[in-house]
């Protein structure tokens, strides 16, 4: 007799979230889908199922961003284990279920939130820190863009019995905040493009065990209008197909969440190499650096070339030669978000051997960096600028506080539009050696509460480089056409 007959009230997994119940109990399991594919809903199936095979030994943990994003979990899995284990409790106080009455005979579930800001972060994972967990349930992961290094800190409670398996389960949309990060972790290691209700099992080398990917269509939810969700997709996807295939096909491409730069995003168009053995100390107008400063955070810069060889580009036109991405790796690979941890003397000295690569000394161009790392912080030398000109590189304000953020942004995307298309508006390329600009910049999102600016939170160091590259560029030289004569 199934449940359904037993209590018509209920409800039933849909071909997705039967999809789910079908991963092993002790393999990482990442649902990466359109949206509207019941992935949210599909938790209390999971936690039902884990609960009923392990019972006492099930511990699970389940995380959403905010408070207010748990709530809704909340409310949904009490209905839901109210029906399938009679006399299950919830503790408000500590967000806390226990399955089957006080004495959770088929465990307990815990709900948290992640928050968004490293500093809540840090307080959260306190929170959780010493707890026994067999599962960790991560909720719209791709809404956060540090959530993977908030689980990989929090992976510490999944211990317990060595009979009882252990995992982490990640459900979250293409197109979000952490876009670029679940695709490097999940996606790209896969041996074949993921397609919808297909999934795919591999080794990964991050976590040292079995993981599976999989992604679905809303056409596998029965409860939707599809024709009318998929017009309501479209407003949301602002005309952006690539945002629009993420969030419609559930598409982890280099595009796809790129809402901030998607429609101008065209790494076939703006790539460009010098040519061999090209002598960038006699290129004139003169090459000049930009850069953002951190120590946690990434430090980025560039070798800005204007007017560059090998290319008819309209006057005022950009490329960036070569990139240093100061940044933390792992096994996987670079981490794109993190800092390095160096001092700024090592920086200094990684940064004279980058510009010795082209012949190039801190001597021979000017360096432009954020203003910020100019204002006194009560070291030795006064401030981070004068730091690096004690060791031999001395930096120049890029003047950023000049042009407005919002128009900054803007004036980034019309070289990107602009390249190898428009003739009376000078470009913007780079070379590939630029891979960080290439690995975090498709996949910045827009601020939602304002469209004009990025979402905070996000790997935008490299972004930054380029909008203090452009800015400079264009205080430098009057750039635009008058009525009569085109001034330069």
């Known amino acids: 007799m199934t449940a359904e007959a037993v209590n018509p009230q209920i409800q039933q997994p849909n071909a997705f979230q039967r999809l789910l119940l079908q991963a092993p109990l002790d393999e990482h399991l990442f649902a990466g889908t359109a949206k509207a594919t019941g992935k949210s809903a599909g938790i209390k199936f999971l936690v039902a199922r884990d609960a009923s095979v392990l019972k006492e030994d099930f511990a699970c943990l389940i995380i959403r961003s905010s408070y207010q994003a748990l709530l809704e979990v909340q409310a949904d899995l009490f209905k839901y284990l109210s029906l399938v284990f009679p006399g299950t409790k919830y503790n408000s106080q500590d967000s806390i279920f226990k399955l089957g009455g006080k004495a959770a005979p088929y465990g307990a579930i815990e709900l948290a939130y992640s928050a968004a800001s490293p500093l809540e972060q840090a307080r959260a994972l306190t929170r959780l820190q010493g707890r026994s967990k067999s599962t960790i349930i991560v909720d719209e992961a791709g809404a956060t863009a540090s959530i993977l290094d908030f689980t990989d800190e929090l992976l510490g409670v999944l211990r317990g019995k060595p009979e009882v398996p252990r995992r982490l389960i990640m459900l979250g949309n293409p197109g979000g905040p952490a876009h670029s990060a679940l695709k490097a972790r999940f996606i790209d290691p896969l041996p074949f493009p993921l397609e919808s209700m297909k999934p795919q099992r591999f080794f990964s080398d991050h976590y040292q065990r079995y993981c599976i990917s999989l992604t679905a269509t809303p056409a596998v939810n029965p409860h939707i209008d599809l024709d009318q969700y998929r017009r309501e997709i479209e407003l949301m996807a602002k005309g952006d197909p690539d945002v629009l295939d993420a969030l419609l096909m559930g598409r982890w491409g280099d595009l796809a969440g790129g809402s901030a730069f998607g ?71 670079r981490e794109w978000a993190k800092g390095a941890m160096l001092s700024n003397f090592e920086q200094a000295e990684i940064l004279k051997d980058w510009l010795a690569r082209w012949n190039l000394t801190p001597r021979d161009l000017r360096i432009y960096m954020d203003d910020a790392i100019f204002s006194r912080n009560g070291s030795a030398n006064g401030s981070v600028a004068g730091d690096f000109n004690q060791a031999g590189v001395k930096m120049t304000p890029v003047g950023k506080t000049v042009v407005g953020l919002e128009e900054g942004w803007g004036k980034l995307k019309t070289r990107l539009a602009s390249t190898r298309k428009d003739h009376t508006a000078p470009w913007l390329t780079w070379s590939r050696r630029c891979a960080g600009l290439e690995a975090t910049l498709p996949s910045l999102s827009r601020n939602p509460t304002n469209v004009e600016r990025l979402a905070p939170g996000q790997p935008d160091h490299a972004a930054d480089c380029l909008r203090y590259a452009v800015c400079r560029a264009d205080s430098m030289w009057t750039i635009g056409r008058s009525e009569t004569v085109r001034v330069w």
């Open 263 to 333: 429609t101008v995003w065209s790494p076939r168009r703006c790539r460009h190499e010098l040519p061999d053995e090209y002598n960038l100390k006699d290129h004139l107008p003169r090459p000049w650096v930009v850069g953002d400063w951190g120590i946690s955070a990434p430090s980025v810069f560039y070798l800005v070339v204007p007017k560059p060889p090998g290319l008819d580009t309209p006057k005022g036109s950009l490329h960036l030669a070569d990139e240093m991405y100061v940044c933390e790796r792992n096994r996987a690979g």
